[in-house]
């Protein structure tokens, strides 16, 4: 009886918890609503199962819980039943996925007018490139990386020379524009994580990943590493800081004295 | 073994296999420490791998003590934190859980449940502990070398774990972990292989293999799993341990290192990755196999029913451990590969929930219309039933390559897998032990320490576990040494973070009861006698308890039926073991 007690009240614990517990997710500040969309229909089908289950045990507990007298009925196989029971459980499965594979074709497809930006992981900072008034990101390699070229940019490329180099410092997104992020590291594995983007990915030193968003909401949110990149780890943060259109232009027309070109001209 | 020829009555005729072929000890030595008797090395085995258990819970403790009270423990630095979580991890995971459930149980009960003598491999049986004790020696070495263990986290990934700015990473703590790593796959491959031809060829008359209870089907799929798992580890141990040492790059691109290019190029992360996965995401399963098939047989003995679904049951089994093999890639949605893998391997793993839900479903489905004694093993059962569900459930939400996008690197995640991987193999481990113990040394545990050992574990682990998502959920990400200075992070949290630290330190010391426990009932257990459960599995039927090297005394037994004849209608007793004739009565296997 007392089992049984628990059981249920693991399970009607477990749902209040849910829906009264003040940790839940951050407010969202790009387009991945689809992906917080995902995760409810995600916890109400399991949410769903979690209790029945559970319920079900407590159940059998009540009823079936020893008594003298009492036997067991013999029963090897239910050939329907599990029939039915397969069944139900590939369509809740089905009811999951088939969203999750939707949203992740979008997650991965870069709409065509997204702005190339870089994003680059070294223990223990992040550091930033925004194309210049070209649109256009120069090329970079590991291989490049000096004190006075900390991100490797190939200096021969043409449109690296207006390419604005942020370097430790803050993130700045216009507001409702797509955003293709460039992901690279020149030492160990990092991964760039902002909550209220819900997007992430790893940086891997040697390759080039991507995840692409459109920033919603002006505000300043902090990035935090996701990776565990060595002892200094937790300290990777930077902010990141969504403006409107207007304010973005304008803190990058001063920036236009930070250029890759003048930071890297001899005798600078 | 030598093939014995089966007399007229279908019994092995005791003539003809004297001594059968084992080779008997001769002195306490080759008796208790160089044994060849499976059953002691299992004993071993077990001892061992719970020893290590107390070390890494110890190193749990450490961890929460940082994270639930940040700064106070002056002796906890960021070094510490890294070494102690990563240590924490590859102990349970390899030392502990496959240990455990393969070298201990598997050792004990495979030739007891199917009737053999023992392992067909005794010696290279031996040699199996004393390399995983040599392995645990070297990895517990590397808290005493220069710089302490490795800090790379349980998942070694390079470049970051043989670079500087991790612990242990240029210095002897990457090397120990491993060359430790290393011995541990050298030995398991000879208990492994052990385990795997014993179940296929050392079955006793009438064992067909649709007759085996589920505990020798899971670790007989477990440990097939891990001789094709293990190999990608080690590979990978070899190619670092190369990077490392000889200056190789199989994982180094080029790179530089606390601002100083290094002089490597062309060698992919991502390669170590995929090794390590490829061993990794089986892993999971070798240690969820043992504890599926011997839950069914909790289940099962102490519901006094059949298993529901016997046949579902084993090839359910096998689909999972098919399946397991082709979903290593979750655990790198936003590792920085190929994105388009993201659709197979999110498909190839919400799949996998089909054939475990099937599992979960027979085994509520037996509890229905059962007649269920509330003993400790069942206790840890039903447990079990509730940590799985929930842990397999928010694997529904990992697996979703989408849904993984934010969750990953959460304490979502950490929450995920100590309750799935965790906490349900382990009160698994619990139930079992409270299950067998009296066969192995002839005493009852006590069931009072046992109760109260079952309420706090399940309800502590519970509470430490199913808050965590909440945390990981807000965005909190895991492998912080420190949170909180987080903007988005509430006092609140931190406050619940105290609460789970206070949980943890509650539930690590209720397992002092369990250690008193299985001492004390050594000396002053309630004799057993040889079947104190009724069970109908052949381990029970053993002439004597414990059973001595041999097992079975001149005669090995025959096998006329299934192993969950409980409660046959008609039948005099409410169960029947499964060496018991078919009486004048027709049978009523229906599973053969």
Known sequence: MAVALILILIAVGSVLFHVVSPWWWTPIASNWSYIDDTIIITFWITGIVFVAVVLFVAYCVYRFRHKDGQRATYEPENKRLETWLTAVTALGVIAMLTPGLFVWNRFITVPDDATDIE?????WQWSYRLPGADGKLGSSDTRNVSTDNPLGINRDDPNSQDDVVVEGGELRLPIGKPV??????????HNFYVPEFRAKMDMVPGQVSYFWLTPTRTGTFEVLCAELCGVGHPQMRGTVMVQTEAEYQAWLGEQSKKTFARLSAPGN | MVDVPLGSAGAVPPADVEDMSLYHPHSWVTKYVFSQDAKV??????????????????LSWLMRLQLGFPGVFSFIDANAYYQFITMHGMMMVVYVLTALFLGGFGNYLIPLMIGARDMVFPYANMLSFWFYLLAVVVLVASFFVPGGPTGAGWTLYPPQAITSGTPGGQEWGIILMLVSLMIFIVGFTMGGLNYVVTVLQARTKGMTLMRMPLTVWGIFTASFMALLAFPALFVGAVMMLFDRLLGTSFFMPAMVEMGQPLERSGGSPLLFQHLFWFFGHPEVYIVALPAF?????????HARRNIFGYRMMVWALLAIGALSFIVWAHHMYVSGMNPYFGFFFATTTLIIAIPTAIKVYNWILTLWRGDIHLTVPMLFALAFIVTFVNGGLTGLFLGNVVVDVPLSDTMFVVAHFHMVMGVAPILVIFGAIYHWYPKVTGRMLDDTLGKLHFWVTFLGAYAIFFPMHYIGLMGMPRRYYDSTDIAFVPPSAHTLNAFITIMALVVGAVQLVFVFNLVWSLVRGKPAGGNPWRAATLEWQTPETPPPHGNWGREQPVVYRWAYDYSVPGAAQDFIPQNEPAAARASLETVS
């Open chain 1, 119 to 123: 994003i680059v992981g070294q223990q």
């Open chain 1, 180 to 189: 293709k992020a460039l992901l690279r590291s020149i030492d160990v594995l």
């Open chain 2, 293 to 301: 098939g011997i839950v069914s047989d909790l289940i099962s003995t």
């Open chain 2, 41 to 58: 090395i299992a004993v071993q085995y077990s001892i061992t791998a719970l020893g290590v258990g107390l070390v890494a819970l110890v």
